[in-house]
């Protein structure tokens, strides 16, 4: 993932899960030889009171993955809570009682990770960025047989 942030001080919630997370600058030097610096270093991140919820499977026959999209302007969910864009997306795949809830660190504006639960166990994650007034879905992964 990237984003462009300003110089100095700023803050940024990522979704990301708990655990090391190696993070790298990058500041423009356009006109010169060297087109980009970098600094980088490992932070550790804590789940705390984040309100994290795993988006890891449990998948006892092995996993699957796929990308959505590209999508048009049009397509992009605008307004549509991203629950109702997974929904959407796995129409034919939910079975009754199946939990569909954000996931992942829930405090992130611009990312969310939306999970699927059955029977108590996560069997399928999509990802979402917001872009413009949309979201715009990328990864996902299910279980296989789901």
């Known amino acids: 993932m990237g984003w462009s942030m300003p110089t100095g001080e700023s803050g940024r919630v990522a979704n990301v899960p708990p655990g ?12 010169r030889e060297k087109a980009f610096t970098i600094e980088s270093g490992t ?8 309100g994290y919820m795993t988006t890891k499977l449990d998948c006892p026959r092995g996993k699957l993955a ?7 302007e049009e397509e992009i969910g605008g307004k549509r809570d991203p629950v109702e864009l997974l929904r959407r997306e796995l129409t034919g795949s939910l079975k009754e009682g199946d939990v569909v809830e954000i996931a992942g660190n829930t405090q992130s504006r ?4 939306v999970r699927v639960v059955r029977d108590g166990k996560v069997v399928a994650n999509a990802h979402y960025i917001q872009v413009s007034d949309g979201w715009l879905g990328g990864l996902t992964e299910n279980c296989a047989g789901f």
Do not use: N
Request: glycine letters at 12%.
């Open 20 to 31: 090391k997370v190696r993070i790298s600058c990058y500041s423009r030097s356009w006109g």
């Open 43 to 50: 932070i550790e991140v804590l789940a705390g009171d984040s």
């Open 66 to 72: 796929s990308g959505m999209g590209p999508y048009s």
């Open 110 to 113: 611009d990312e969310k990770t």
